[in-house]
């Protein structure tokens, strides 16, 4: 009989999971802690924008007319516990407050709820990006109680997908690790991705650490490489050179490769900040913080995109202060194709303009409605056109492709000056100075 899912947590990575586990021939079963996202999910709406995941739920969700009916969404975890071989944790695990280390509560509780209502044999699979060590620490817990009958095992299995890509990402993953400590655990997990597999992605069987560290350090990487193009930037803009034609240029080098080399306000989001930080944190505890000190560094030049970036506004109204001055901003999503706004350089740099006094007005395609809840002080508009409306100078902070087709004669009958800095290095510079516009990107020559 084909296995039965479930997978808890249904936000960015488990409503995505669920949907493509479905999409994989699965009888899935997804829960989470809040009723409204359940209601949503269950009639084939998404509670955020993430491209093709509608269509993909609307395929699979029961009761949609057409649907094969193979997905359902619960609260109950009597319901999940009788119904799953395969349960995969998929519920956030966020920066402490105040500190760099992981919030663990959110996986604690799950684990908490999940494991007494366990009625059959069942392998309970961690998703979610967790500080080396939790994996042990749980499969611990799990046994404690856990009910003996339902033969309770853990594996942990780090995701890698990216946001905007994550239905391909988890149907075609370029790799997938898992962390195991049995042949069972093994056998079934190879039974859940032989979709993936027969295509060919590669399965890298782990003990648990080393699979928790899988997923901090692919994203510690990561970070580095932007950190390291931006710093690049900066000596670029003291040394009058250009940024992207030096990342091209590198990126020749295919041990340096062309990818993740976009210089301009830094990296954002709900995973690559916290999970370097979180890092740090753990390897602090472990003793070995002296290997990560780099991160620190990684951090503070992504942190210091932002402020450049207001400082270069400053600048561009006339030097002081903001005070009586109008600011566009196109862009609040941490990057483009997503609503995310965790974490995102865009709104950051436009909160901080806010703060010092600078009229804010942002727009973005899919983000208006997060940025709304997160930053309800700034000012918003429908559209690109609209934000720019009287702006003294216009911010290009998340690079949507709506942003690029935009008309810069168009927007220039708008504005009050024609100033654009582009945070993103990714408007055609030409077309808009063609167009009258003084247009100023980070770490590329003034002219
Ligand atoms: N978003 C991504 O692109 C991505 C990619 C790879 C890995 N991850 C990791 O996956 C995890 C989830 O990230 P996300 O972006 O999907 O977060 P999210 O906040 O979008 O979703 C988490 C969901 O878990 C639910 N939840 C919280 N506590 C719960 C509980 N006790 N029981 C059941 N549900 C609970 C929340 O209500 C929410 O819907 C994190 O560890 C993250 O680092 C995320
Ligand atoms: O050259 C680049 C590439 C990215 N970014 C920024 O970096 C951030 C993160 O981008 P990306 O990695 O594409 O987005 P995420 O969806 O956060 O995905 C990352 O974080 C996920 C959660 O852990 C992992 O699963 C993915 O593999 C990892 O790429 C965004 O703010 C981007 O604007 C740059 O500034 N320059």
């Given amino acids: 009989m084909a296995l039965r899912i479930t997978v808890i947590g249904t936000g960015y990575l488990g409503a995505t999971h ?60 009597e319901e999940v516990g009788d119904f799953g071989d395969v349960h995969f944790v ?28 366990l009625t059959r044999p069942a392998l309970v699979v961690g998703k979610s990006t967790v500080p080396v060590g939790s994996a042990a620490r749980l499969a611990a817990r799990l ?13 942990w299995n780090p995701e890698f997908l990216r946001e905007g890509f994550a239905v391909s990402d988890t ?17 079934l997990l190879r039974e859940v991705y032989a979709g993936p597999l027969a295509e060919g992605s590669p399965f890298v069987v782990t003990d648990f650490p080393t699979a928790e560290l899988v997923k901090t350090s692919a994203n510690s990487f990561l970070a ?6 931006n710093a690049m930037a ?32 830094g990296f954002g989001g709900g995973c690559l900040p916290k999970d370097i930080r979180a890092f740090m944190a753990r390897a602090g505890e472990l003793g ?3 290997a990560l000190t780099f991160l620190r560094e990684v951090d503070s030049i992504n942190m210091r995109r932002r402020g450049h970036m207001v400082e270069l506004a400053r600048e561009a109204v006339g030097g002081d202060s903001f005070l ?18 965790r974490d995102s350089p865009a709104l950051n740099v436009a909160g901080q303009i806010h703060l010092q006094g600078g009229q804010v007005t942002v727009f973005d395609p899919k983000g208006m409605d997060n940025a709304r809840r997160l930053f309800p002080t700034l000012g918003y508009a429908d559209s690109a056109l609209e934000a720019v409306r009287g702006a003294d100078v216009v911010l290009h902070l998340t690079e949507w492709r709506e942003f690029r087709e935009l008309d810069p004669a168009e927007l220039g009958g708008a504005v009050s000056r024609r100033i654009i800095l582009d945070g993103r290095n990714a408007l055609d510079s030409a077309v808009w100075r063609e167009a009258g516009w003084t247009y100023r990107a980070m770490g590329r020559p003034k002219a």
Avoid at 171 to 187: N, Q
Avoid at 224 to 229: E, L, R, Y
């Fill in 234 to 265: 900066e000596v670029c803009e003291a040394a009058d050179g250009d940024v992207v034609k030096l990342a091209e240029a590198i990126g020749h080098d295919d041990r340096i490769g062309k990818k993740f080399l976009r210089a301009g306000i």
């Fill in 324 to 341: 009586g001055k109008r600011v566009g901003v196109l862009g609040a999503a941490f990057k483009p194709d997503s609503d995310d706004v």
């Fill in 18 to 77: 669920a949907a493509a586990m479905a999409e994989l021939g699965f009888e899935v079963l997804g829960l989470d802690v809040v009723p409204e996202k359940i209601e949503l999910l269950s009639t084939g709406r998404v509670p955020m924008y993430e491209p093709g995941l509608e269509d993909l739920l609307r395929k699979h969700v029961d009761g949609i007319e057409g649907s094969t009916g193979r997905l359902r969404f619960t609260t109950s975890w």
């Fill in 143 to 155: 046994a404690e109680l856990a009910p003996v009958g339902a033969d309770a095992e853990l594996a």
């Fill in 288 to 290: 070995a913080d002296q």
């Fill in 90 to 117: 998929c519920v956030n695990t966020p920066q402490k407050h105040g500190e760099y280390a992981c919030d663990m509560s959110y996986v604690d509780s799950a684990f908490e709820s999940l494991a007494p209502h």
């Fill in 224 to 229: 580095t490489k932007i950190s390291f193009i």
């Fill in 171 to 187: 149907l075609h993953p370029d790799r997938i690790v898992v962390g195991v400590e049995s042949e069972r655990a093994e056998k």
